[in-house]
């Protein structure tokens, strides 16, 4: 019997290859929102410590130019967190359409390898079959074998 040939290989390796590639992308795009989160984090400390050292100033009394500076560096801080935060949420969006992608990808290659399965399973069902035909006609060949020993040729 002729050896195994699945003639959707290249498809099949296509499918593979590209969701390989979309797992990369997507373990880039949680990198990617991992290290946004960490920005927001930073900022929302840094907003943190000018809302301390605002607080601060205005316990120790200082002059109303120095609570007008502080104040604005207190509105800077805000904007970063907020724009960091819009930027983590980007990212957020981000992962998600690539997880979406990744799903479909697998769903295809899982779709091929099923059908793969398949006609592997049905090809050794064949091979088997007919490698119990062969050894069949073989044990019948021997049964009516003319030189086939009896049992009084053995004494």
């Known amino acids: 019997m002729k050896q195994f040939r699945f003639p959707l290989q290249p498809l099949r390796v296509v499918r593979e290859h590209k969701e390989q590639t979309v797992r990369e992308r997507y373990a880039g795009t949680l990198r ?6 960490g920005r927001v984090q930073t900022a929302s400390v840094e907003l943190t ?10 316990a120790a009394g200082v ?17 970063r967190v907020k724009e960091r935060a819009a930027a983590l949420e980007q990212a957020r969006y981000a992962v998600d359409a ?4 990744l799903m479909r990808a697998t769903r295809e290659r899982e779709t091929l390898d099923r ?4 006609r592997r399973r049905s090809y050794d069902r064949a091979l088997q079959q007919q490698e119990q035909k062969a050894a069949d006609e073989i044990a019948i060949q021997l049964l009516q074998s003319p030189l086939r020993l009896s049992p009084t040729a053995t004494r």
Do not use: I, P, S, Y
């Open 98 to 101: 690539v997880w979406q992608e």
């Open 63 to 79: 002059t109303g130019h120095e609570l007008l500076r502080a104040r604005a560096w207190c509105n800077v801080l805000e904007l």
């Open 115 to 118: 059908f793969f399965d398949k």
């Open 49 to 58: 410590g000018g809302w301390t050292n605002l607080c601060e100033k205005l």
């Open 32 to 37: 990617a929102c991992e290290e946004a989160a």
